[in-house]
């Protein structure tokens, strides 16, 4: 059972292999018999089929994003996954696909550079901190030097479940002025929050 081999719950599994299509082997065959498999995988064409029909349809109600989309889309992903206490700006997820669209966010409408941008990761035991490391500075175009210390989670009463369910752990994006951010971190910190309180009342 890849249940017991990888010690990742079985739901977990469920969800990364949902979209993978069910191609059975000789012992499933003889295990389920012809008539369970054919009725199975007559159901799994209609998924596939109602997924990929509602893939287009999304699209369309979608349509093209202007520039104030991609605005409001970053501050409610701010709202979401930002530091709102401290006046410090990070957005934090194991989704390297979140981190890239923040950081695009960033850089278009808060005025950062890739120089103001630094990460640190936060993994588990079974995480090796160079492959890590490695690993988002090739999908974020960041470069290593830009990475703060990595931790990784040792504490022994974590369950073990935890420990592949994210699998390049989780990255904190930071911005850093270093002098040369206008008119400044915590000013624009201010400004973020600014927005969100606007769209708030609003809604």
């Known amino acids: ?3 017991e081999k990888l010690g990742i719950p079985k739901s977990t599994l469920s969800n990364w292999l949902s979209r993978i299509k069910f191609k059975p082997n000789k012992e499933v065959l003889e295990r389920i018999g012809k008539g369970k498999l054919k009725s199975a995988l007559y159901k799994q064409k209609l998924k596939f089929e ?23 889309l970053g501050i409610g992903l701010y709202l979401g996954e930002g530091t709102k206490a401290q006046e410090e700006i990070r ?6 696909t979140i981190i890239k669209l923040a950081i695009k ?11 103001h941008l630094k990460l640190a990761i936060h993994g588990y035991p079974d995480h090796i901190t160079n492959e890590l490391v490695a690993f988002w500075s090739k ?20 369950s073990t479940y935890k420990k592949r369910k994210l699998p390049y752990g989780t990255a904190h994006l930071y911005i850093k002025g270093g002098g040369t951010l206008h008119p400044g971190v915590k000013s624009l910190h201010r400004k973020i929050m600014g927005w969100i309180e606007a769209t708030i009342k609003q809604i």
Do not use: H, Y
């Not at 997924?51 to 991609?70: C, H, N, Q, T, Y």
């Not at 957005?91 to 390297?96: G, L």
């Not at 966010?105 to 120089?115: D, E, M, R, T």
């Open 50 to 72: 109602d997924i990929e029909k509602m893939k287009v349809k999304a699209a369309i109600d979608v349509g093209k994003l202007s520039k104030r989309d991609l605005f409001m």
């Open 91 to 96: 957005i934090v997820n194991a989704n390297p």
């Open 139 to 158: 999908t974020l175009k960041i470069l290593p030097k830009q990475f703060v210390k990595t931790s990784i989670d040792m504490r022994e009463n974590k």
């Open 105 to 115: 966010w960033f850089k278009n409408f808060i005025g950062v550079k890739s120089c």
């Open 1 to 3: 059972m890849i249940v």
